[in-house]
């Protein structure tokens, strides 16, 4: 009995080794962003080689629905490049239309990469577009020792994750409300710095007038004659 239990749990063990792989894909983080909104997006790289670093990533940005600028974040060791295309119909932005968008954006480590059974995380600021409800970013992902891996294949509807999923945006209608929500919480919080300054400011005068009051009652004690004594 208890060899059968040593090898149901080497058994086990061997599955979940065997199946880890597949958790670890190309994943964007937030995989949710309202449409038409300013995000930062994560693409976060796992090295699933066992012998092998990473060194090179390579994202494909979407050219059905272009985004016109894409900014870096700095990482140690890595180096960022972001390639351009002509769009043939203007993008609006805040600085008015323009006909360049992001094509890809390539980042390559200067140091030994990412390590074994370590992940990085590659982000960029982007302005998302409003007429699309997902983005897909075809990712190639290069080891140290020449293997590239493609994370390109689609998910059939109700089917089974492939191997090496595309990564997916998913945009929702409606903008972000952090704004809204900062203005009303500042409004709030300044209302009710101003009902306690009212409040103590009342209080002082309740005070300062208790203060007279009895003040004006020593006095007046004071002043009163004192009673004559009773004669023999």
């Known amino acids: ?17 065997a199946a880890s ?18 995000a930062v997006l994560a693409f976060v790289v796992p090295n699933e080689e066992s012998n092998a670093t990473t060194t090179k990533i390579v994202v494909q940005f979407p050219h059905d629905h272009p985004i016109a600028d894409a900014l870096t974040q700095p990482i140690a060791g890595w ?5 351009m295309f002509h769009t043939t119909q203007a993008i609006q932005t805040d600085s008015g ?7 890809t954006v390539t ?16 982000s960029v600021s982007v302005g998302l577009p409003s007429d699309a409800s997902e983005l897909q970013f075809p990712t190639v992902q290069t080891y140290s020792d020449g293997k590239t891996v493609s994370w390109v294949q689609q998910t059939p509807p109700g089917g089974p994750e492939p191997d090496n999923p595309v990564p997916v945006l998913t945009l929702t209608s409606g903008s972000g409300s952090g704004s809204s929500t ?5 409004s709030t919080s ?3 710095d101003d009902s306690a300054k009212t409040i103590a400011i009342i209080g002082l005068i309740v005070g300062a007038i208790g203060l007279i009051v009895a003040i004006v009652a020593i006095v007046t004690a004071r002043r009163k004659p004192s009673a004559s004594a009773p004669s023999a």
Request: some cysteine.
């Open 79 to 83: 180096t960022a490049k972001v390639a």
């Open 182 to 186: 900062t203005a009303t919480t500042t």
């Open 107 to 122: 980042w390559t480590a200067q140091g030994s990469g990412v390590p074994v059974g370590a992940f990085q995380e590659f």
């Open 21 to 38: 792989p597949a958790w670890a894909h190309v994943k964007i983080n937030p995989s949710v962003a309202p449409k038409g909104s300013d």
């Open 190 to 192: 300044s209302s009710s």
């Open 97 to 103: 239309p323009v006909n360049d968008a992001v094509d």
């Open 1 to 17: 009995m208890r060899r059968f239990a040593i090898v149901c749990a080497g058994a086990g063990i061997a599955l979940v080794v």
